[in-house]
Nanobody
């Protein structure tokens, strides 16, 4: 059964950092473009960043200069380094394929509060 398990979220103060991780099961087919998505209350899930199997990546605005997406293909883990967190960053973060998403994992909650 394909599984995605996100972790690393938490409650932080503005300006602090978090590193999210997403472990995928062996049958997921990790060798394809992967992405992080965010869903905040009242909003649809939105693309945050993506990375190809070869490492080409993109982070959507307005977090382009604060987030970094990375992957470890040997371990089947996707990462999202989030620096200088701001009040607009909170939400539940999910990983999945960039195209043809699989069943969603539980996500990991990011809360930013002073």
């Amino acid at each position: 059964q394909v599984q995605l398990v996100e972790s690393g979220g938490g409650l932080v103060r503005p300006g602090q950092s978090l590193k999210l991780s997403c472990k995928v099961s062996e049958d997921f087919g990790f060798d394809r473009p992967m992405a992080w998505y965010r869903q905040s209350p009242g909003n649809q899930r939105e693309l945050v960043a993506y990375i190809t199997s070869g490492g080409t990546s993109n982070v959507e605005n307005p977090a382009k200069d604060r987030y970094t997406i990375a992957r470890d293909n040997s371990k089947r883990i996707l990462y999202l380094q989030m620096n200088n967190l701001k009040p607009e960053d909170p939400g539940r973060y999910f990983c999945n394929r960039m195209y043809g998403v699989a069943a969603w994992g539980p996500g990991t909650q990011v809360t930013v509060s002073s």
